[in-house]
């Protein structure tokens, strides 16, 4: 459920979570269990974007990633080695801080939340009142 030029797609999100986990010592056998989901929002989400729209995504991480040191650094890191990621940098002066990149022709705006869930499917409803 994001964009099909999201960096990395699925290995991007597995290598993160994998790397948060690590880095929080959890067991191994609890590492093979981790993954992380990507969500569109807004004129993308909703499929009524223009050329000129950027993507709004939400990174759902586990309740143990921290946004300063996971997101912020490590996320931010993996990104900027990729060749097709461009003009990175990170907004933290924002009510709700996020990453800014682009990928060829296509603006991402990134924010990330952590999760309450012990177990994140690759397919996660989000519903508003």
Known sequence: MYGRNFPGRKGLKQRFANKVAQRNRLPKHHIALIAATILTYGSYGLRVHTLVSDIDALCVAHFFASI??????????????????????????????????????????LKCIRGTLKRIRGTLAVLTQ
């Not at 097709?84 to 682009?102: A, D, L």
């Open 68 to 109: 300063a040191e996971d997101f912020f650094v490590l996320l931010h890191h993996m990104l900027k080695t990729r060749p097709e990621v461009s003009q990175i940098h990170c907004v933290k002066t924002v009510k709700v801080s996020f990453m800014r990149f682009k990928v060829p022709l296509m603006p991402f705006n």
